[in-house]
C-alpha cells in the first residue's frame, strides 16, 4: 500500500484504512472498545442521528517527525471539545480517557498510512458520536455510538499556504446566537453549504460570517475561525456562535508568547479597513492566509497582502505551529502525543 500512495500528491479527501475503532452507550453506560475493518454501520431508520441532529465530530491530526515518531496534536482538547458537543445536543458524553485511547489505538492499527515525513500530508483522525436511539419523538436517545476513522490527507485547501480570498454575505447565517454555534455538530456545516457553495462559485475560498444578530461584527468562517494582525496585535473574534477552534486557541497562545498583544474581544466590521493582516485558522488548514475579501452588500474590498506573498507574522506562526506538530521543534506546552 505504502508504494502505491502518492503522498505529496493527496487531496483532502477520503481514503479507506484497514481499521477503525467503535464503543457502544447501552444501559446508561459505555461499552468496551471494539476494531472494525468494515466501513459501514448499522443504524436504525428512526435513529436520532438520521432525525434530530443528535451527532458531533471531531477533526485533529497525527504527523510524522523527521525522527520517524508519530505525534497526535492537542488530543486532549479534542475530547474535552466533543464532551462539551455532547453537553450541548443532550448526548452521552464519551469519557476523556476513553476518547484518547480510542484515538491512540486507532491510529496505531492504521500506522502504515500515517505519511511521512516532509511529503506535507498528515493522518487525519475523525471521532464521531451519534445517537442511535430509535425515537419518534424529539427527546434525546437511550443509545450512543462514538467511533474513530483515519485517512491521509493533503492541504484542505490546494493552494495550501498561500493567501485566498473570502467574501461576506449577509444573506446567511451559519448559527443563531446561543444556538449550537459553539458546538462541533453537524448542523452547523450543513447551515454553511448554501452560502460556501455561491461563494465558491464566485471565485472565494470561503464565507466570512458576521453576526447572527446585528450584522455589526465579525464571527467566523464557514470551515476556520478568523484572526488578524495590526500594530503588532493578534485579534480574533469573541462569539456567542463560534466554534472554540483548538488551533485558534494554539495560536493565540504563540502569538501572546512570541511577544505580540492579544486581544480576544467582538471586531466591528469597520475594522477590516485597518488590518494589516488577515487569516483564517483550524485543523485541516492550519491556517490560510486572506489575500482580500470582499464585502459584496457593501462593494468594498480590502487587500491584505503585497505581491500575492503571506504576511510575515502569518508566516511565522504557521510555521511555529507547523514545527510543533511535526516535532522539527521544542514542544514546551505538552501539545503532542507522541507515539
Known amino acids: 500500500m505504502e508504494n502505491t500512495i502518492n503522498w505529496s ?147 484542505y485547501f490546494k493552494t495550501g499556504f498561500k493567501p485566498a480570498p473570502v467574501c461576506i454575505m449577509r444573506d446567511y447565517d451559519r448559527a443563531a446566537p446561543h444556538g449550537t454555534g459553539t458546538y462541533k455538530v453537524g448542523g452547523n456545516y450543513a447551515a454553511s453549504l448554501a452560502a460556501g457553495q455561491k461563494a465558491q462559485e464566485k471565485g472565494y475560498a470561503a464565507v466570512l460570517y458576521l453576526d447572527p444578530k446585528e450584522k455589526k461584527y465579525l464571527d467566523e468562517c464557514g470551515p476556520a475561525n478568523f484572526f488578524a494582525i495590526r500594530d503588532n496585535t493578534y485579534i480574533t473574534p469573541a462569539s456567542t456562535s463560534i466554534l472554540p477552534s483548538i488551533t485558534n486557541k494554539s495560536l493565540i497562545q504563540l502569538a501572546g508568547d512570541s511577544g505580540l498583544k492579544v486581544e480576544r474581544r467582538p471586531v466591528p466590521v469597520e475594522e477590516l479597513s485597518t488590518f494589516e493582516e488577515a487569516a483564517e485558522c483550524g485543523t485541516a488548514a492550519v491556517i490560510t492566509p486572506i489575500s482580500r475579501i470582499d464585502d459584496l452588500d457593501e462593494g468594498k474590498s480590502y487587500i491584505y497582502t503585497k505581491d500575492g506573498k503571506p504576511g510575515v507574522t502569518c508566516e511565522k506562526l504557521y510555521n511555529e505551529l507547523l514545527a510543533i506538530q511535526t516535532g522539527d521543534a521544542p514542544d514546551p506546552y505538552g501539545w503532542t502525543t507522541v507515539l
Open 9 to 155: 500528491e493527496l487531496s483532502f479527501g477520503y481514503m479507506k484504512t484497514d481499521y477503525n475503532v467503535r464503543c457502544y452507550y447501552r444501559n446508561g453506560k459505555w461499552g468496551e472498545l471494539e476494531v472494525s475493518s468494515s466501513e459501514i454501520i448499522n443504524i436504525h431508520m428512526s435513529a436520532t442521528c438520521l432525525h434530530y441532529g443528535q451527532e458531533a465530530f471531531e477533526g485533529l491530526k497525527a504527523f510524522r517527525g523527521k525522527d520517524g515518531k508519530i505525534r497526535i496534536f492537542r488530543l486532549d482538547e479534542n475530547a474535552k471539545r466533543m464532551q462539551s458537543s455532547a453537553q450541548g445536543i443532550k448526548m452521552a458524553e464519551f469519557p476523556i480517557e476513553k476518547f484518547e485511547e480510542a484515538v491512540l489505538k486507532a491510529v496505531k492499527l492504521n500506522e502504515r498510512f500515517v505519511p511521512p515525513y516532509g511529503s506535507g500530508a498528515s493522518l487525519y483522525i475523525r471521532p464521531l458520536l451519534i445517537g442511535l436511539g430509535a425515537l419518534i419523538g424529539v427527546k434525546p436517545a437511550d443509545e450512543y455510538m462514538f467511533l474513530v476513522f483515519v485517512t491521509p490527507v493533503g492541504p
